[in-house]
T-cell receptor
Framework: DAGVTQSPTHLIKTRGQQVTLRCSPK?????VSWYQQALGQGPQFIFQ???????QRGNFPDRFSGHQFPNYSSELNVNALLLGDSALYLC????????????????FGSGTQLSVL | QQPVQSPQAVILREGEDAVINCSSS?????VHWYRQKHGEAPVFLMI?????EQKGHEKISASFNEKKQQSSLYLTASQLSYSGTYFC????????FGTGTRLTVIP
């Protein structure tokens, strides 16, 4: 049973560029959440996708956008990259339900390490 | 809204016990606990719902005091495999992770 897979594992970009990160959820999961984890910090919630729609969003600017496909895989797009966007980006999958997060066990991927120069 | 964890770091010898605390300034609906080893993905440990319940996972257990908006993770008879960074996640209208507690178990 494949777990959560993310690609690429590492990425180097320059300021102002755009980046797309990809995530395939664990088999049977229909919900994908994205997190940004700066070095030495806890994961910060970016947004969650359920039924191909953004269900909840954290305190991130509109430069961060996403998409969920009919097969439940997801993409995270970041435009106009800033140096401060350098971080580990984690994708987590779960079985969607309400209320959000209350009793949702999250399965994390190993992440994409983004470096912005 | 980020929960505060304490201590920030702790070093244990194998077989010793530890407690990690998580405190929120907001009313909580539930609390999550995850462990992340260096260079790896966070791994789910447990979720505690309102009701002051206590849960266990092998020799790791946790409690949730909703009135105090606090949760504690208890590690008993620690093993080398327990090393890693422990994150609590507080659920209000969203899931906010704390800054983590780095636990190191030495022989």
């Amino acid at each position: 049973d494949a777990g959560v897979t993310q690609s690429p594992t590492h990425l180097i970009k320059t300021r102002g560029q755009q980046v797309t990160l990809r995530c395939s959820p664990k088999s049977g999961h229909d919900t994908v959440s994205w997190y940004q984890q700066a070095l030495g910090q806890g994961p910060q919630f970016i947004f969650q996708y359920y039924e191909e729609e953004e269900r909840q969003r954290g305190n991130f600017p509109d430069r961060f956008s996403g998409h969920q496909f009919p097969n439940y895989s997801s993409e995270l797009n970041v435009n106009a990259l800033l140096l401060g966007d350098s971080a580990l980006y984690l994708c987590a999958s779960s079985l969607g339900g309400a209320p959000i997060f209350l009793d949702e066990k999250l399965f994390f991927g190993s992440g994409t390490q983004l470096s912005v120069l | 809204q980020q929960p505060v964890q304490s201590p920030q770091a702790v070093i244990l010898r194998e077989g010793e016990d530890a407690v990690i605390n998580c405190s929120s300034s907001k009313a909580l609906y539930s609390v999550h606990w995850y462990r992340q080893k260096h260079g790896e993905a966070p791994v789910f440990l447990m979720i505690l719902l309102k009701g002051g319940e206590q849960k266990g996972h092998e020799k790791i257990s946790a409690s949730f005091n909703e009135k105090k908006q606090q949760s504690s993770l208890y590690l008993t008879a620690s093993q080398l495999s327990y090393s890693g960074t422990y994150f609590c996640g507080s659920v209000t209208n969203n899931l906010f992770f704390g800054t983590g507690t780095r636990l190191t178990v030495i022989p």
